[in-house]
């Protein structure tokens, strides 16, 4: 019996990858961060229309990261939510914003990944955000949602447009 290597494996496996590159500087393995992806719904946006609310999307963002913070504790990998969401927000930006050519009520929504480029060159421009000097990798939900709403006063079409601010 042969099988198929569908282009969903294929978006799937090169997100995956991406996300790993992204968060695992001296965090943990491809594989780890493989293993918890795999345990949450992403694969399924790339294949199913979902159409959430902005809250809607928080609500799924806060379950998927309970997922894979809890999967890597399990494997003695202590993960911040932080980590979780940068994960997540790299997945869901090479399977459905780079895709999509940025387009799609999912692309208007997505978290922009948050590191310390986004947010030291963000603060520059509009230093009544108070983002300066937050560490992404010790954020807690509180405070990673904190950053998203302070973020979601700039009133971008599509909130991947906040990555204009992403440069070395």
Do not use: C
């Amino acid at each position: 019996m042969k099988m198929t290597y569908s282009f969903t494996d294929h978006l799937h496996t090169y997100a995956v990858w991406t996300a790993a590159r992204a968060s695992q500087r001296a965090f943990t393995t491809t594989a780890n961060i493989k293993g918890a992806i795999d345990k949450t719904e992403l694969k399924k946006l790339i294949t199913e229309e979902r159409d959430f609310t902005s809250v809607q999307f928080d609500e799924f963002h806060k379950q998927t990261a309970k997922i894979i913070i809890d999967y890597l504790n399990e494997k003695e990998i202590i993960t911040t939510y932080g980590r979780a969401a940068k994960i997540i927000a790299i997945y869901l930006k090479t399977a459905i914003v780079i895709r999509n050519s940025g387009q799609g009520s999912l692309a208007k929504i997505l978290h922009p990944p948050i590191d310390r480029i986004l947010l030291t060159n963000l603060n520059k421009k509009n230093k009544s955000l108070e983002l300066k000097e937050i560490k992404w990798t010790q954020l807690t939900e509180t405070d990673y949602f904190e950053i998203i709403e302070k973020l979601r006063t700039l009133k971008k079409d599509y909130f991947w447009e906040l990555e204009e601010y992403w440069t070395v």
